[in-house]
C-alpha cells in the first residue's frame, strides 16, 4: 500500500510537472495564447542583496566560491586597476559583453572597497524571470532588473542607487554578442551618466567569449586565457549628447583592445590620429565574424613545462 | 470584463488537464489534436445584490412593481427553487434569502397577512429544517417555519388543484394554496439554460399527473436540446410554456423572480479548479498535488462528507422580476454570456468528467441511475443547435459508479435498479412496462410524504432525461467505473482513457476526433 502511494505520487508530480515550466509562467497552449491575459508586471524585490548582511554574503560567494572556479577554469589576468585610485564614487563599469563570465571577472577583480558598493544591471527579462534565478543574481552579482528596451522609468532604480553611493557595473551592449565582437552601445548608459554626471570607467574583456561564449555555461577546458584591462575613468563634458558620449565609450574600450594587442605606446599614437581599429568585427558572411571572434587569444608568458 | 469561452486545441505546450471523476479528480493527458471547451471566466458578481432585487422588484419586465401588486387582506403565495440548484449549494446568504426578505419586507410594509412559503420540489424529496434554513435565511425559517413554510405535497391531493388540460391534452396540477392565491411570487436561481421559466410554478408546483405530460420518453427524444428553452428545440419547454399560458388564462397570477450566478464554482483553496491549468500558479500546483493525495488517501466516507461540505462562493450576475417570459428571455441571455461556447462541428468521441454532485444527490450519493443521468442526461445535452458528438459517435465519461445508493433518499432507485435495469435499459419499454407500478406504489408515496425519500417514479425520470442521448450514440465507456454497475446500465468499463479509447475504436474507428467538454465550471456549447 505504501510502496504504491510513493509511487502514485511521484507520478502525479511528474504530471503537474509535464509540459509545465516551474516557477515561471507556463507557456500557453497555441490556441489559447489570444485568450491568455499578459503577465502582470512584477519585480523580484532585490534590495535585500545590498544590505550589510547581503552584502557579507556576497562576498563570502564571490571570493569563497565564484572567484576559485573562474581561475581554476580560466587564467585571467588583470591590468589598469592604478586607473581607479583619485577616483571617486559611484563610478559606472562598462564593458563589452561576451559571456556570462563578465559580470564575475569584474567584480571578482575590482578591489574589495570598490567591489563592496557596486550593482549590477541585469536584464529584467532574462536574469529576474523565475525566483531562483533572481535571488542568484540579486545575492551573487548585487543584480537589479533593468527593462532592455528603456521606456519610461527603466533607470529609476539605477538613479536611486546611484544616489546612495552605488557603483554599476553596465554592459551598454544590452545582451551578449553572438560572434564576439562588439555590438553597437545603446545610449541609455551614456544617458544615465550624463544624468547622474558621474565618471565611467572603460574595461576591455579580451578572451572571454572564446573561453565561454553564448550557449556555454561552463568555460572550455584549459584554463583558456582572459584579461581584464581597466582604462581611464571618462567623465561627460559639458553640453555633450547621449550619442556623442556613447561613441566616446565604445572608442574608450576599442582602445583598451587596441592597448592589449600592441602595446599601450602604440594604442594611444592611433588614437591621438584617430586611426584605432574598430571592435565591429571583419565583413562579410556571419561564420567568418564568428570564427575570428571565438580565436583563442595568444597566451602571455612562458608556455608551462607541461600539458 | 471577464474572458469568453474558448476551445483549446491540445498541443505539445498544453499540460495534462483537469478531468472530475466523482469525488475525486485527476490530470489527464489527451491526444494531440483533441479540442477542449472552456466555459468564459466567472463574470463579475453584482456588489450590491440587495439594492439590485430592490431595483428589480420596483422596475419589473412587463408588471407593475410588486408593491403595487401587494394589497392587505390577499393571499400571497411565495415559491422557491429547492435543493436540486445551485450545484454545489451556495456559500451563506443563499441568493433565495436575498429575494425572499425583500419580497415579504415589501409585503410588511404593505399590510399583507396571509403569506405561505413553499419549496417548490415536485416530486423531489422533502427538504429537512436545516436544508431550508441554509436556503431562507435565519429570520425566514423562524418567521415561517414550519407552520407556514412547507414543502410541497405532490401526493397531497387534498391539497392540489387540477386547473385545466392544454390544447395537446397536457393536465395542469398544482398546489391547491398557490393555485388559490391572489398572487405567487416565484424565486428562481438559473444554474442551467433548462431552469426557469414556465418550467417553475408548472412543475416545480405540480403532482406526477401534472409532470407526466413532458417528462416522458416521446418528449425527451423530441428535446434536442432541453438546454435550449427555445420554442421548436425542446418539447419538455414547449409543453411548459403550454401549461403556463393555461395558468394565466385561468387566472393564476405569477410574478416571476430570476437570478443568475456566475461560474465561481470552488471555493478556496480548489480555486484551481475554476482555473485553465497552464494558469495555474505554483501554489496552485501544490495545492492540486496536496488535495489530490489526501483525497485518494481519504477514506471514502470522509472523503464524501468533505466533498459534501463544499460551497460555492458564487457572485450573483443578474437579477430579473415581472412577467414570466419577459423575465426568462433576459435571465437566458445572462446566463449564456457566462455558459455559452462557440464551437465549430462536431466530434466522433465526446468526453466529459463527471462531478462530484448532481442536481439530485445533494447531501446524499450519486448512484448509477444520478451517474446516467448527470452523464447522458445534463452533460450530454449541454449544446445548442447540435450535439458536441457526432450521431453514432462515442462518449467516454470518468466516473467510479459505485454501486451505492442513499436508503434514506433513493429507496425506488434501488428496486429500479435491481428489477427494472436488470431486464432492460431501453426506455421506450421501461416507461410502458414499469413507471405506472413504481409512481403508485403506496410505500414509496408513503416515503416520499413523511420522509425524505424521491418520489416512486423519480428514478424513471432519471433515465428518461438520458433517453435522447442513448438513442443518439453508439457507445458510451466509462473510465474507472465499476464494471458490474456499468454493465446494468448498458455502458462498458475502462481502466484507463487509453483503454476508453482503445475501445472506442470498434465504434469511431482508430483515429477519432475528441472534444472534452471541460466542466465544472459549466460550458453550454454552440455547436455550428
Known sequence: ?307 | MSRPGFVLEVDERTPPLLVHEGEGFRLQKFPLGSRVIYPPDALPGIKDVREAIRRALAHPHDSEPLEALLKPGMKLTIAFDDISIPLPPMQEPDIRQLVLEEVIELAAQKGVEDIKLIVANSLHRRMTGDEIKHAVGERVFRSFYPRDLTNHDAEDHANLTHVGTTDQGEDVEINKRAAESDLIVYVNINLVAMDGGHKSVPVGLASYRGVRPHHNVSTMLHSKSYMDPRAGHSAIHDSCARMGQLLKDNGVRIFTIETTLNNEVFPQPFGFMNKREWEWSLKEQATYLAAKKANDMAPPKLRHQVWMRVLSPYGVTGVNAGETEAVHERTLARLHQQQLTEVNGQSDVMVVGLPFIGPYNVNSIMNPILVHCLGLGYLFNMYRNKPVVRPGGAMIMFHPVPWEFHQVHHPSYVDFFEEVLSQTTDPSTIESKYEQQYATDPWYIHLYRKSHAYHGVHPFYMWYWGAHALDYLGDVIVVGGNPKACERLGYRAATSFRDALEMAGDTVGRSPSITYLHVPPLAIAEVR
Request: aromatic share 10%.
Open chain 1, 1 to 307: 500500500m505504501g510502496r504504491t502511494t510513493k509511487r502514485s505520487l511521484a507520478d502525479e508530480v511528474r504530471n503537474v510537472a509535464r509540459g509545465w515550466r516551474w516557477g515561471r509562467r507556463p507557456v500557453a497552449p497555441r490556441t489559447a495564447e489570444p485568450h491568455t491575459p499578459p503577465a502582470e508586471p512584477w519585480s523580484f524585490p532585490t534590495d535585500w542583496a545590498r544590505t550589510p548582511a547581503g552584502r557579507a554574503a556576497r562576498d563570502v560567494v564571490l571570493s569563497g566560491v565564484m572567484k576559485p572556479i573562474v581561475w581554476n577554469e580560466t587564467s585571467p589576468d588583470v591590468f589598469g586597476l592604478d586607473n581607479l585610485e583619485g577616483v571617486k564614487p559611484p563610478v559606472m563599469f562598462i564593458s563589452n559583453h561576451s559571456s556570462h563570465l563578465d559580470a564575475t571577472l569584474i567584480l571578482t577583480t575590482l578591489p574589495p572597497k570598490w567591489r563592496n558598493k557596486t550593482a549590477t544591471a541585469a536584464a529584467k527579462d532574462y536574469f529576474f524571470d523565475v525566483w531562483w534565478r533572481s535571488a542568484f543574481t540579486a545575492l551573487v552579482y548585487g543584480g537589479f532588473p533593468i527593462e532592455r528596451g528603456g521606456g519610461e522609468g527603466a533607470t529609476d532604480k539605477a538613479k536611486e542607487l546611484i544616489r546612495d553611493g552605488w557603483n554599476l557595473i553596465v554592459f551598454p551592449e544590452g545582451t551578449r554578442s553572438p560572434d564576439g565582437w562588439m555590438q553597437r552601445f545603446r545610449h541609455g548608459s551614456a544617458r544615465l551618466a550624463i544624468d547622474m554626471d558621474m565618471p565611467v570607467v572603460p574595461i576591455a574583456i579580451i578572451g572571454a567569449y572564446a573561453a565561454m561564449p553564448k550557449g556555454r555555461f561552463w568555460p572550455k577546458p584549459g584554463r583558456p586565457p582572459i584579461r581584464v584591462r581597466y582604462g581611464r575613468p571618462l567623465r561627460p563634458e559639458e553640453g555633450e549628447s547621449h550619442q556623442a558620449f556613447s561613441l566616446r565609450m565604445q572608442r574608450a574600450i576599442a582602445e583598451l583592445f587596441d592597448e592589449d594587442r600592441t602595446s599601450w605606446w602604440e594604442a594611444r599614437r592611433r588614437a591621438g590620429s584617430g586611426q584605432t581599429p574598430k571592435l565591429s568585427g571583419p565583413s562579410g558572411p556571419k561564420w567568418r565574424r564568428t570564427w575570428e571572434g571565438s580565436r583563442d587569444i595568444a597566451r602571455r608568458g612562458r608556455p608551462p613545462a607541461w600539458r
